[in-house]
């Protein structure tokens, strides 16, 4: 649910593919999930070694993590919901520049930090598995689901774009949707 609400990296390949084409727009994608590899070894070795030896701040982290999805959410929620498709401010790009812009989008982004602190702790399944090895199965997960979802948006560029000027309403529907997806995550990571 989280990789087909829209933010900035979807849309972002939406435009790359719909201006430079498919190729284009997956050249983008795989940028994006290669600096998604990052921000988990950043989770799983810095967040893993803390919470094995501290289950107040594993607490804490959860709580933080579940505050930030409300707060995301409230974003959302004060925004307008429309959704903008507008080619003109798109330049042309090689798959090598798409590929590495995407990678450094996501790289340096906080907000995927701390969105992958906040959600992953509240996924751990296992008690006796490795804490590290947990997180990169999680952000293995969350690639594969992401690649996918961005990846379909890369090929159907036309045909979404084309949804989305003439269903006005599609925005309002995501907003809520997003809003839902938020809320429901920080309630799951505080109830594990």
Not at 68 to 84: H, P
Not at 140 to 156: H, K
């Amino acid at each position: 649910m989280l990789a087909i609400t829209p933010g900035p990296d979807n849309i972002y390949v939406l435009m790359q593919s719909i201006v430079n084409g498919k190729k284009s727009g997956i050249a983008t994608v795989l940028g994006l999930m290669s600096g998604c590899l990052i921000h988990t070894s950043v989770v799983a070795f810095g967040a893993s070694t803390v919470l094995q030896q501290n289950p107040k701040l594993f607490f804490a982290i959860k709580l933080f993590g579940a505050l930030y999805l409300v707060y995301l959410a409230y974003k959302v929620f004060k925004s307008s919901g429309t959704i903008e498709l507008g080619n003109d401010a798109v330049p042309q790009k090689t798959v090598a520049e798409l590929f590495k812009q995407g990678f450094i989008m996501n790289v340096l982004n906080p907000k995927v930090t701390l969105f992958f602190l906040a959600l992953f702790p509240g996924f751990l399944f296992s008690e006796t598995m490795n804490k590290v090895l947990q997180f990169y199965v999680l952000g293995l997960l969350f690639i594969l689901v992401s690649f996918v979802v961005f990846g379909a948006i890369a090929v159907l560029a036309g045909t979404i774009s084309e949804s989305i000027k003439r269903n006005k309403n599609i925005g309002i529907y995501m907003k809520w949707l997003q809003i839902i997806v938020f809320i429901g995550i920080a309630i799951f990571i505080m109830l594990t």
